[in-house]
């Protein structure tokens, strides 16, 4: 079964307003959690790693007043897209090492900014 | 940062054939995954392979670390194997993955 969620699966949202979407190991704990955006027909792109207890790590070209992340227990992540705007319209999917390096996904979330 | 390319882009077989996907990437790595991802978007754990053969059902993959490639083989296949297949390698400490540009399957009747 699924070992990591993600919530909601899918937002509409009008432009300028925040969304938060929620990313959860579901049986184990997890100290680093992963953030990808995915656009049509392309492939996955990682935003920033999640840190529990300490900041987020954001990769080069990814704003990080925009994209808010939040690590605030072993078992839960969150990313907060901040004034969002047409373009920040996405897939973004979550992942976490369930035990040594091998990465277990969630099933994403589809963000429309209208 | 480390490259990783896939090949073919695209694949339409017929159901029954097999198929060969392959990953090249840039550098040397400590993590290898094969993922199937479906059309709701999910991505399905194949293989962690980071070096080696594994093989699960009809798919089995080999990593041949010193080469810098992987191989993903799909045998008798089926039309539910349809969707993109993406390798994803990791490097260093940390274990955040670069992922490959991916190969879109087609399984036709």
């Known amino acids: 079964g699924a070992v990591v969620s993600q919530h909601p699966s899918r937002v509409i949202c009008k432009s300028g307003t925040s969304v938060k979407i929620e990313c959860r190991s579901l049986d184990f704990q997890a100290t680093t959690m992963f953030w990808y955006r995915q656009f049509p027909k392309q492939s996955l792109m990682l935003m920033a790693t999640s840190n529990e207890g300490s900041k987020a790590t954001y990769e080069q070209g990814v704003e990080k007043d925009k994209f808010l992340i939040n690590h605030a227990s072993l078992t839960l992540s969150t990313l907060t897209v901040t004034s969002a705007h047409p373009e920040d319209s996405s897939f973004y999917i979550c992942s976490a090492p369930r035990a040594g390096r091998e990465q277990y996904f969630g099933p994403g979330t589809r963000l429309t900014v209208t | 940062g480390i490259q990783v390319e896939q090949s073919p882009p695209d694949l339409i077989l017929q159901e029954g054939a097999n198929s060969t996907l392959r990953c090249n990437f840039s550098?040397?790595?400590?993590?290898l995954q094969w993922f199937h991802q479906n059309p709701w978007g999910q991505l399905i754990n194949l293989f962690y392979i980071p070096s080696g053969t594994k093989q699960n059902g009809r798919l089995s993959a080999t990593t041949v670390a010193t080469e810098r490639y992987s191989l993903l083989y799909i045998s008798s296949s089926q039309t539910t194997d349809s969707g993109v297949y993406f390798c994803?390698?990791?490097?260093?400490?940390?274990?955040?993955?670069?992922f490959g540009t991916g190969t879109q399957l087609k399984v036709e009747l």
């Open positions: 994803a390698v990791g490097t260093g400490g940390g274990n955040k993955l670069t």
């Open positions: 550098d040397s790595v400590n993590n």
